[in-house]
Structure formats: structure tokens, C-alpha cells
């Protein structure tokens, strides 16, 4: 099963609103992603945390649903 590329940013969206993302499907496939995510919401956190933060945003579908989203976090600033 795979998530089609709307269903991944509305994710993000609803744990970050003020959210900008540039995602690409690297294969066509809806299952390899690229994504560049920029939110005041990462002002003050680590990479890995921002990572993180994506995960949980995702609601466990990564490495399930998700096979494999290539992540580049940043703050509006940067």
C-alpha cells in the first residue's frame, strides 16, 4: 500500500500549518519520497529532533504505508 503525495502533505499540514512543502515522488511509484519542509516550528531543534517531529506527524506510516521519505527540515530563517 502506498500514500499518494496530497495524503503526506496534508499530514504535515495538520501538525504544522504554517508548514511549506516542496515534496517530489522520486519513482512515480507513491512510495519513495523527497520532501523539503519549512516551519517556524523547528526554530530551536536539532535535525534529528525535526526529523522527528515529521515522523510523528505522520502517524506511523512511515516505514509502513510510507517505504522510504527522503527529509531536508529547515526554519523559515534559514
Known amino acids: 500500500m502506498a500514500m499518494s503525495s496530497e495524503q503526506i502533505k496534508d499530514l504535515i499540514i ?3 500549518p504554517d508548514a511549506h512543502i516542496d515534496l517530489k ?3 512515480g ?7 523539503i519542509i519549512t516551519t517556524a ?3 530551536g531543534k536539532t535535525r534529528i529532533q525535526q526529523h522527528q517531529m515529521v515522523y510523528e506527524a505522520l502517524q506511523g506510516r ?5 517505504h522510504a ?3 531536508k527540515t529547515q526554519t523559515p530563517a534559514e
Open 25 to 27: 515522488d522520486l519513482r
Open 41 to 43: 516550528a523547528f526554530f
Open 14 to 16: 495538520q501538525a504544522f
Open 62 to 66: 512511515m516505514g509502513t504505508i510510507l
Open 69 to 71: 521519505l527522503s527529509l
Open 29 to 35: 511509484d507513491n512510495d519513495h519520497f523527497a520532501a
